[in-house]
């Protein structure tokens, strides 16, 4: 198929894009923003999204970056998932992130795709989106009104819907790095590498000075509309990372996370999924804990 007809604009600079998504806004006719396209384009062409204008902001200087210090990583807005993948610093403060992009459908994909597009997307069958809210990051964006912080726990309100405004226009995504002896993983299942998981997991185990568990946290990929963090410590706190009942916290995700049946899974399947996945992401964020000092060693 082919899109439904769009006005197409490619503005050179920020300020002109957002007096642009303003006053599209006024004059109330619907505009996408096109990032890397990965996620919208196919969206145009099934017209299962038909704006009367599309705003490409690949023209933009100074949204190209990735900033890197002990705090965490700063992504701009067209950053590639191949790039921030392949970033060495941004792996050494928070490996979390190329655990994750290793997992974003296929290389030809991540080597166009932005990482803030995918954030803005807001598909619960993404993997950064649940990084975001696991490390409970935030996206900087900015309208004719001004500049602002938007958290993730903020962020995401739906499948595909975001709080963002219509005329606002995404410019960086901010993942904080986690506590020391913090050791995260992400486990999935999929029909064929690359495609979306039928069921995954983004966890992080945080261990005290004595390498017990002092935390243990999830979210979780495809396996429900709401993206949020689950707290899956009680069973395991104050336990050693090897004596630590990692199935007894599967256990608790899946009484805390709502699966549902579609074509590719059954709730049922889906929730033993989640069970199985969660012990199995824990034990290894939790050796990979055991051996990290955490983020205050890296330089800025």
Same mark, same amino acid.
């Given at each position: ?34 990032? *890397? ?38 992504? *701009? ?10 970033? /060495? ?12 992009? /290793? ?40 309208? /004719? ?52 998981? &039928? ?21 979780? &990929?495809?396996?429900?509309d709401v993206l949020a963090p689950v707290d899956l410590g009680e069973p395991v706190l104050g336990t ?6 990692w199935a007894a916290a599967g256990e608790v995700a899946? *009484? ?45």
């Amino acid at each position: 198929m082919k899109p439904a007809p769009f006005t197409y604009h490619r503005p050179t600079d920020v300020d002109a894009a957002v007096r642009l998504l303003a006053e599209l806004r006024r004059r109330g006719e619907p505009a996408k923003v096109l990032a *890397g396209g990965q996620s919208l384009v196919p969206l145009l062409s099934m017209r299962l999204a038909a704006p009367e204008h599309v705003v490409d902001v690949g023209a933009l200087p100074g949204l190209d970056d990735v900033t890197v210090t002990s705090d965490g990583v700063r992504v *701009g807005a067209l950053v590639r998932h191949r790039g921030l993948e392949r970033d /060495e610093r941004a792996h050494a403060v928070l490996p979390l992130l190329r655990q994750a992009l /290793e997992h974003v459908a296929h290389p030809t994909i991540r080597n166009r795709g932005t990482v803030v597009g995918s954030l803005c997307h807001a598909d619960p069958s993404a993997e950064l989106p649940a990084v975001l809210v696991l490390l409970n990051g935030s996206l900087t964006v900015r309208s /004719e009104r001004g500049e602002r912080t938007v958290s993730a726990d903020e962020l995401f309100t739906g499948p595909l819907e975001t709080s963002l405004a219509e005329d606002e226009l995404a410019l960086a995504a901010h993942f904080p790095a986690p506590p020391p002896r913090t050791g995260t993983a992400v486990a999935e299942v999929s029909r064929r590498h690359g495609d979306y998981a &039928v069921c995954g997991v983004v966890a992080a185990v945080t261990l005290d000075a004595e390498g017990r568990v002092s935390a243990a946290r999830a979210t979780y &990929v495809s396996a429900g509309d709401v993206l949020a963090p689950v707290d899956l410590g009680e069973p395991v706190l104050g336990t050693t990372a090897a004596a630590a009942d990692w199935a007894a916290a599967g256990e608790v995700a899946r *009484g805390s996370v709502h699966t549902e049946d579609d074509l590719h899974a059954t709730a049922a399947y889906r929730s033993r999924l989640v069970g199985v996945l969660t012990e199995r992401a824990l034990r290894v964020a939790a050796g990979r804990a055991g051996t990290s000092p955490g983020p205050a060693w890296v330089a800025a």
